[in-house]
């Protein structure tokens, strides 16, 4: 047993580089835990939840629904322990999000997701694995959470389940859900504290190097974009937008594109007015000017914004911004 | 086109959820990266770059030695896409840690990350993924860090590389080394960032819903911890320490650990005691009292640090902690 307990590394006259494995004492029980992935299943949901239950020491066995090998999201080849067929029990189930499509409609997978979070103690979605659990009925009457850009099309889907746009992760006891994508880390740390306490999830986030904060408020899902609404724009004389950056946090939003080819400055103001102008709650304050106007609008919960835009004429290009704020 | 431009969600009334896939405009010149995955790999050193290089429109390919199938760390069973002899060329090359100890003893592994570097743009290791870097010699000279665990095991075995130990990335120009395990995520957005501009990265880390900070100065290798010496303790009678929690940052830290069976307090701190003196640099001020004990001890670089030690007889186990401050 050594003082510096965090890590057993080699000696220090070792040419050779141990792994990074955690060699603190592990518990008697292991928690086991199986990962459902499947075609399309996104890298990041399953496999960060993958290193931390595994640097917890849990026991982790992989699942597609034929037992077949599976393609990720972006090109990953895998090839998992277990089928539906002859998966052994799981105390945790994780369930991933990404080309969740076909198993949303499979009632054979849903079944094994109901059967297997029955038994379960604990049950985990990341990102639009959310779909997955509310489709199995997981969800209803109790509250949830997925990926940012789903979180409307989630709230029509499913009117019994309570979704919650400003966590990272909700927890209704047995069966949680966190928001998209690396979301999954916290998530899966705040699921060790549960299972093993909060000094051991915390000294495990040390351990990964994560800068992790139990108590973040960091909520894409909350963030100012959210007041944008989903309307196309139709530039006239076939030009066309281009996004160069879309960024700003919950007071505030900017997003910039490219107008090619150029337009008259007024044309491209007259467009955007166009389409904001069929969407209820927005008003429009001013004339569509040379290089911009404002609009102003309100929504229901959350005050007012503004929406201030403009067109800007670079020499290389043309560029109009749409910066979003609250209302002072 | 959609004013929402970070992702054009699914329509409202859809059941079906869409996978999280960033939509928006990719370059017309795609990066290429090539992945190096072997027996022990860990997950999330290779994993989170592949969902952020894949998320960026890089387009990513993985390789083993021969092109056969490897199981990663924790037992993820991967099918890469080409060996050592077929890998097409890589603008990228990304190096992770894991069990490196054959890879480093390999010749062709290392002439491959050699040749591979060569003609590539950019090589970024994660975690222990530097000593192989290292070790091809592609470091000389240059700046490097690696998992907190073996800064001090790389320091020693290779000399002519500049280990830093308070950064979570160092970058060469064209050879980039992080941190240990999620360090690699912060080492992917800037090396997208290098690439493709800081708005692009910016806008990923959100799509990604990762809280990031570009400038942070989190670096677990700087932490207190590193102040404690690597030393065995001998507890008399066949007692055995048992973690319970070691955790801090960069200006304290707090190691405590159960002692079974139950000792005499004193027996406790001496054996500590007796361990610490034997190290260079410590003094011990005070003699070993009924329940605890403080050293001093002071380090070239970072001034004094104080130990204290103090064991408390609870009701159902015996606990000694040790709490590590700067000296005031």
Redesign the interface.
């Known amino acids: 047993?050594?003082?510096?307990?965090?890590?057993a590394?080699?000696?220090?006259?070792?040419?050779?580089?141990?792994?990074?494995?955690d060699e603190?004492?592990q518990p008697d029980e292991r928690v086991s835990v199986a990962i459902l992935v499947f075609d399309?299943v996104?890298?990041?949901d399953f496999?960060?939840p993958?290193?931390i239950f595994?640097q917890a020491h849990f026991q982790?066995?992989?699942v597609s629904p034929g037992g077949e090998?599976v393609t990720t999201?972006?090109?990953?080849?895998?090839?998992?322990?277990y089928g539906f067929a002859n998966a052994p029990h799981a105390d945790v189930l994780l369930v991933p999000?990404?080309?969740?499509?076909d198993l949303?409609?499979d009632p054979e997978a849903l079944d094994w997701i109901r059967r297997t979070s029955e038994a379960a103690e604990q049950v985990l979605s990341v990102?639009?694995g959310a779909?997955l659990l509310a489709e199995a009925g997981l969800l209803d009457g109790g509250t949830a959470t997925?990926?940012?850009?789903?979180l409307?099309?989630?709230e029509?889907?499913f009117p019994r389940v309570h979704l919650v746009r400003d966590q990272?992760y909700t927890d209704n006891g047995k069966v949680l859900t966190s928001?998209?994508?690396?979301?999954g880390?916290d998530a899966s740390l705040y699921l060790v504290s549960k299972l093993r306490g909060m000094?051991?999830a915390?000294?495990l986030a040390?351990?990964?190097?994560?800068?992790w904060?139990p108590h973040?408020t960091?909520a894409?899902g909350a963030?100012a974009?959210r007041h944008?609404?989903?309307?196309?724009?139709h530039l006239p004389d076939g030009a066309?937008?281009?996004?160069?950056?879309?960024?700003g946090d919950k007071d505030s939003w900017v997003?910039r594109?490219s107008v090619e080819p150029r337009l008259e400055p007024r044309a491209v103001v007259g467009a955007?007015a166009k389409?904001?102008a069929e969407i209820p709650g927005w008003k429009a304050t001013g004339e569509p000017g040379p290089s911009g106007m404002n609009w102003r609008f309100s929504t229901e919960n959350d005050g007012a914004w503004r929406l201030a835009l403009t067109v800007t004429d670079g020499e290389d290009r043309q560029i109009v911004s749409?910066t979003l704020e609250r209302n002072p």
């Open positions: 047993l050594l003082l510096t307990v965090v890590l590394s080699s000696g220090a006259g070792s040419v050779f580089a141990q792994p990074p494995d603190r004492a399309g996104q890298i990041i496999t960060a993958w290193e595994g982790i066995f992989s090998a999201s972006m090109g990953m080849h895998l090839t998992p322990d999000g990404g080309h969740v499509h949303q409609a990102c639009n779909f997925t990926f940012h850009g789903l409307d099309s989630f029509v889907s990272r928001a998209g994508l690396s979301s880390i000094d051991q915390r000294a040390l351990h990964l190097e994560y800068n904060d973040t960091f894409r963030m974009d944008i609404p989903n309307v196309p724009i066309e937008l281009h996004e160069i950056s879309s960024l997003a594109w955007f389409a904001l749409a």
